[in-house]
């Protein structure tokens, strides 16, 4: 299903770089703005509940994994980072964990210059405050940021190396009614820094997140059950 929806997003993203409509000046501006309206509903929402944050704490945790594409529009042309995280839950309230992310090779090129492209790969931390809508619907605030480095490379040889540096809140939508699995959809701002002589433009960009979020535990639990009975 994720990949279906990544599909139709890029369908819809390239048509729109043709008409040159989708990501004018008033399209990001209205973009930026329902992102941080989000985000301050969000923050404003955990602020209501912060008192559950140490009770969850004290919370035997589950264990998952969220593998994410964050899709993204730069120069014109349409990319992905995609994400691998592993998290420890804690009382349907709190996530916390680690992850790698990466910008895969012969996806984005750089500008003019139809030979090179450029390569990331960093490590990241994130923890997350889920607000929980009903049994099936969460919301999930998020604050990603990690290191790592970014290449430029040609006929899959590295010509530069610099380093890579990210800071990413976001807001995601999470559908939580599968048994071994979540489904996410959201958006969120990610803010770089990157070594200049490598990529000589700010890589500050919205992104928009795909999210397939496998539920360890209950995974676990299930199968002892199916080995017990």
């Known amino acids: 299903m994720i990949l279906y929806l990544n599909q139709f997003l890029w369908i819809q993203m390239r048509k729109n770089i043709k008409s040159h409509k989708l990501f004018n000046s008033k399209s990001v501006s209205l973009y930026v703005r329902t992102f941080l309206f989000l985000l301050a509903f969000s923050i404003l929402s955990v602020n209501a509940q912060i008192d559950s944050i140490p009770l969850s704490l004290r919370m035997k945790p589950k ?42 090779d012969n996806h984005h090129y750089l500008p003019n210059n139809d030979s090179m492209y450029i390569n990331i790969g960093a490590i990241g931390f994130f923890g997350a405050y889920l607000i929980n809508i009903n049994d099936d619907w969460a919301a999930e605030i998020p604050v990603d940021f990690g290191w790592g480095t970014i290449k430029s490379k040609y006929l899959e040889t590295i010509q530069n ?54 539920k360890f535990t209950e995974i676990y639990q299930h199968l002892l059950q199916q080995t017990n009975s």
């Open 63 to 104: 264990f998952g994994l969220k593998m994410e594409n964050k899709n993204f529009l730069l120069d014109d042309q349409f990319s992905r980072i995609q994400e691998f995280k592993p998290y420890l839950e804690f009382g349907n309230r709190l996530r916390l964990g680690l992850g790698y992310c990466w910008l895969p």
């Open 161 to 214: 190396k610099g380093h890579y540096s990210f800071y990413e809140p976001s807001f995601i939508v999470e559908y939580k009614g599968f048994k071994f699995f979540n489904l996410g959809l959201g958006t969120g701002f990610r803010y770089t820094t990157n070594d200049r002589l490598v990529y000589s433009k700010n890589l500050s960009i919205q992104t928009i997140i795909l999210r397939f979020n496998l």
